[in-house]
């Protein structure tokens, strides 16, 4: 049985998201309490495309009629991607994040909850190793000006309004913190998921479909709060998250990094106007990555661009026009991937899996 579970952790360490192996076996004990071992067997002649049941019966060396109900309830429980198009059913080798976690939603226990957070670091450790990360920072709506080369692909509500499925889902960081008790009262309808991955969302009862307007009222409502969007990495994303930096597994862990803008995909960076700014410092109550700090005397505000990830929350707490968002040197532009096919090889390549 613990032999198993090895297997499938080495299985998923080889997927773009990875699942490095720790020295307390922490990622098995979270395996075993997602997968019965009959799952976690079934889930090792999985592959990360689309699969007919009987092309994965003829690797398993199983009936096909035998392994379909096991792999349909595997696909309801989020460990695998199952998609039934036609009255046919296929099957998808699915990596732990993104991905198997954020489809736990509903699931999430308290002893669940406590083995992934002491487990995150070490995921989020592993991923930034690589030149690709899975998701990359946009700034918010408001923080967007004139000045700004900005692309399509790098403003919310042009993501938005091209979509014509999208479905809210309730942030897993934030309903983990307020199971544990350690809730922060922001927003918990804040995952945007679009197209193919919104029907998938629907169909396991998880969020609800909605309109392009009520996504843009969610985002708007974000920004509020403090959310940073961060959608999936690739000039066709198909997800926004609105993160906080107190739930967020990624923004509070790389929090912790010394310089977080060498971490994030962002193109954007904060700048201070210091004849406009009255030293205020609310842009620094707002910032999610402790990025503005003061000048000697102590008057007016100045950004760390090294910890500075380009959301443009501070711009729009900024009553006096002193904060705005500048475009980064032209040598640090960075072009996201076309798609998620395209992320996914990249990253695949960077881990020297190919």
């Given amino acids: ?29 979270i395996l075993k309490q997602l997968f019965t071992p009959q799952e976690a067997e079934l889930a090792l002649s999985l592959v990360m ?26 696909g309801k429980k989020g460990l695998i991607i199952h998609i039934s198009k036609n009255g046919i059913n296929t099957f ?30 070490f995921l989020i450790k592993d991923q930034y190793k690589n030149k690709t990360p899975q998701l990359r920072v946009v700034p918010v709506a408001k ?46 309808e804040t995952c945007l998921i679009f197209g193919g991955g919104a029907y998938i969302y629907e169909n396991r009862g998880i969020g609800r479909t909605i309109s392009q307007e009520e996504a843009l009222d969610i985002v708007k409502e974000g920004a509020k709060q403090g959310l940073v969007p961060q959608p999936s990495n690739s000039k066709k994303p198909i997800n926004i998250c609105l993160c906080c930096d107190c739930c967020c597994q990624i923004l509070k862990n790389i929090k912790n990094f010394e310089a977080p803008a ?45 910890r500075c990830i380009g959301c443009g929350l501070c711009v729009t707490v900024c009553e006096f026009d002193a904060m705005s968002l500048k475009d980064k040197n032209q040598t640090e532009k960075i072009e996201p991937p076309a798609n998620l096919i395209e992320t996914y090889m990249n990253i695949a390549n960077e881990k020297g899996l190919f």
Wanted: glycine share 6%; hydrophobic share 35%; net charge negative.
């Fill in 1 to 29: 049985m613990e032999d198993v579970y090895k297997k499938l952790a080495i299985l998923l360490d080889k997927t773009p998201g990875g699942y490095p192996e720790t020295e307390s076996g922490i990622e098995l004990k």
């Fill in 262 to 306: 060498k971490i994030v995909s962002s193109n954007f960076q904060a700048n201070v106007d210091s004849d406009e700014c009255t030293g205020c410092f609310a842009c620094r109550q707002i910032c999610p990555m402790n990025a503005i700090d003061e000048d000697e005397e102590g008057d007016i505000a100045m950004v760390n661009l090294d």
């Fill in 92 to 121: 998808m080798f699915l990596q732990f994040v993104v991905g198997i976690w954020e489809y736990q939603v509903n699931r999430l226990t308290k002893e669940l909850i406590r083995d992934f957070n002491e487990y995150v670091p």
């Fill in 49 to 74: 495309m689309p699969e007919s049941v009987e092309a994965i019966a003829r690797r398993a060396g199983r009936d096909p009629g035998e392994i379909e109900p096991y792999l349909i309830e595997m």
């Fill in 143 to 188: 923080a967007v000006n004139t000045e700004l080369n900005i692309m399509d692909y790098e403003q919310v509500e042009n993501i938005i309004r091209s979509q014509s499925k999208i479905l809210v889902a309730p942030c897993i960081c934030r309903k983990e913190h307020t199971i544990m008790g350690k809730g922060c009262g922001k927003a918990s």
